[in-house]
């Protein structure tokens, strides 16, 4: 039988990173994709994306990734088709 390691408290929340996502592109358009992730308080990795439009005001979505592992959240993003992005991008607009 191992020995589980003993831990005080919950996992801590960490400040979101930034990481720069493959560009949108539209026929007169560039748009910036990045995507916030943090770990939360409850040890759960969680995801926003930002789209970033030149002079205009940065559009975001909620936590739309959740997963238990960081690994497991990149691959939910990877897996994201650019047309999905697309519909997110137009849906806040």
Known sequence: MT?????????????????ELPPL???????????????????AWRARLLFLEPGAETRETA???????????????RGLPEHHLRALYRSLA
Do not use: M
């Open 3 to 19: 020995a589980q390691p003993y831990r005080f408290g919950a996992p801590v929340a960490r400040e979101p990173v930034l990481h």
């Open 25 to 43: 592109r539209f026929p007169n358009q560039l748009i910036t994709v990045h995507l916030s992730l943090r770990l939360d308080s409850d040890g």
């Open 63 to 77: 936590e739309i990734f959740c997963a238990p592992s960081e690994a497991e959240l990149w691959e939910a993003v």
